[in-house]
């Protein structure tokens, strides 16, 4: 399965692209948004990485928490 890569911290906004499961990306940074459902939990986390901005929800970083800088 995959997940979608979007515009901003929202569903709402535009696809960019999609992470094929168990891809590894680098997380520049993260923010608040939408609260999603995923593999890993519900958060309104969300990880910017190249290309746009992903639900901290799909995404496995060992932590339940922020794991890189707030984004501007």
Do not use: E
């Not at 992470?19 to 910017?48: E, F, M, P």
């Amino acid at each position: 399965m995959n997940s979608l890569s979007v515009a901003g911290a929202s569903t709402a906004t535009a696809a960019v692209g999609s992470v094929n499961d168990g891809a590894q990306r680098v997380i520049h940074c993260q923010k608040q948004g939408q609260k999603i459902t995923g593999t890993y939990g519900t958060t309104t986390l969300w990880d910017k990485i190249d290309g746009g901005f992903i639900s901290d929800a799909y995404v496995s970083t060992g932590s339940d928490g922020q794991v890189a800088p707030t984004c501007p």
